[in-house]
């Protein structure tokens, strides 16, 4: 196990950031944060998670990378952010290179049921990468809880979602991400494929999908090639090797007595978040979470 000294919070790039951009988008500018609604997502956890950062790294991994909630939190200068659903990582992409033109697209959405499922039913192969991307903006914030799931033929199949007046274009918060993205690698693979690259002192951040607590769970049902048990021991031998190469590594997932047994050599401890899309209403209330690091932290919540 990697045995830095006492943690605190990754010094920012933010600051250097606002510092090198016009004064009218400063004017409009704040600390980045997801900009997508994700289930599942770390936005809620965040201020436990920097409490668990390294005090510093090289490079950072991000291999299940969903809204992004721990990058945009950490902000760190050197980032690769990947992520197995393609259309995901090309929404990141055009956030990061095309903004302009996706807010330029993203005017034309109107929220009423009968177009989201016109919108829905798109073949995004068909559509060039900025009408993906507002495609699957308009999608995420006016589906059911900000669902992604996908059926075997990797179609998105979740309902419209029935909200008022949903934000379906958020310029500002689209483009604090825009100069957050700035210079940072994005990749659409497997995170087997990623994994292989970490050096001593990266610091990788694991969100996989959450091995289920009991019976169906929708986060195994994240892309068309389902998330399976197989996979999460893979994970957890990816991560033994991460720790032989002496990269810093920390780990999100479920409290369950297999996460449990395959992170058992490692810091293991546990949080309170809640799970929003559970059709168990205790669970909405809060559920148990694991975070698992590979070198010590001090006491979080």
Same mark, same amino acid.
């Given at each position: 196990?990697?045995?830095?000294?006492?943690?605190?919070?990754?010094?920012? #790039?933010? *600051?250097?950031?606002? %510092?090198?951009?016009? @004064? @009218?988008? #400063?004017?409009?500018?704040?600390?980045?944060?997801? &900009?997508?609604?994700?289930?599942?997502?770390?936005?809620?956890?965040?201020?436990?998670?920097?409490?668990?950062?390294?005090?510093? &790294?090289?490079?950072?991994?991000?291999?299940?990378?969903?809204?992004? %909630?721990?990058?945009?939190?950490?902000?760190?200068?050197?980032?690769?952010?990947?992520? %197995?659903?393609?259309?995901?990582?090309?929404?990141?992409?055009?956030?990061?290179?095309?903004?302009?033109?996706?807010?330029?697209?993203?005017?034309?959405?109107?929220?009423?049921?009968?177009?989201?499922?016109?919108?829905?039913?798109?073949?995004?192969?068909?559509?060039?990468?900025?009408?993906?991307?507002?495609?699957?903006?308009?999608?995420?914030?006016?589906?059911?809880?900000?669902?992604?799931?996908?059926?075997?033929?990797?179609?998105?199949?979740?309902?419209?979602? =029935?909200?008022?007046?949903?934000?379906?274009?958020?310029?500002?918060?689209?483009?604090? *991400?825009?100069? *957050?993205?700035?210079? !940072?690698?994005?990749? *659409?693979?497997?995170?087997? @494929?990623?994994?292989?690259?970490?050096? %001593?002192?990266?610091?990788?951040?694991?969100?996989?999908?959450? !091995?289920?607590?009991?019976?169906? $769970?929708? &986060?195994?049902?994240?892309?068309?090639? &389902?998330?399976?048990? =197989?996979?999460?021991?893979?994970?957890?031998?990816?991560?033994?090797? /991460?720790?032989?190469?002496?990269?810093? !590594?920390?780990?999100?997932?479920?409290?369950? @007595?297999?996460?449990? $047994?395959?992170?058992? +050599?490692?810091?293991?401890?546990?949080?309170?978040?809640?799970? /929003?899309?559970?059709?168990? !209403?205790?669970?909405?209330?809060?559920?148990?979470?694991?975070?698992?690091?590979?070198? +010590?932290?001090?006491? #979080?919540?």
């Amino acid at each position: 196990m990697r045995m830095p000294g006492r943690l605190t919070n990754t010094t920012l #790039a933010w *600051a250097g950031l606002q %510092a090198s951009i016009s @004064e @009218e988008s #400063a004017r409009v500018l704040r600390k980045p944060k997801p &900009f997508l609604k994700w289930a599942g997502g770390k936005q809620q956890l965040v201020h436990v998670l920097r409490t668990f950062y390294p005090s510093s &790294f090289n490079r950072y991994y991000e291999p299940f990378l969903g809204g992004g %909630a721990a990058f945009f939190d950490l902000q760190p200068r050197d980032a690769m952010l990947s992520d %197995a659903n393609e259309e995901l990582v090309n929404c990141f992409v055009v956030v990061r290179d095309k903004l302009d033109l996706l807010l330029e697209d993203l005017k034309k959405h109107r929220n009423t049921p009968q177009y989201y499922y016109e919108i829905r039913a798109q073949d995004p192969s068909e559509l060039d990468t900025v009408a993906r991307a507002s495609r699957f903006v308009f999608l995420n914030r006016t589906c059911y809880n900000g669902l992604y799931r996908v059926n075997r033929g990797g179609q998105f199949n979740v309902p419209y979602g =029935d909200y008022k007046n949903p934000v379906t274009r958020p310029a500002n918060t689209l483009r604090s *991400a825009h100069y *957050a993205l700035k210079g !940072v690698e994005l990749k *659409a693979c497997d995170f087997r @494929e990623v994994l292989a690259a970490p050096h %001593a002192h990266d610091f990788v951040y694991l969100d996989p999908p959450y !091995v289920p607590i009991g019976g169906y $769970s929708d &986060f195994r049902r994240y892309h068309k090639d &389902f998330f399976s048990l =197989d996979d999460h021991r893979d994970l957890a031998a990816l991560v033994r090797e /991460l720790d032989s190469r002496g990269c810093y !590594v920390m780990l999100s997932n479920s409290d369950t @007595e297999l996460n449990r $047994s395959l992170y058992k +050599e490692f810091h293991v401890r546990t949080t309170r978040a809640k799970r /929003l899309i559970s059709c168990d !209403v205790n669970s909405r209330a809060g559920v148990t979470e694991l975070i698992v690091t590979n070198y +010590e932290t001090h006491d #979080a919540v």
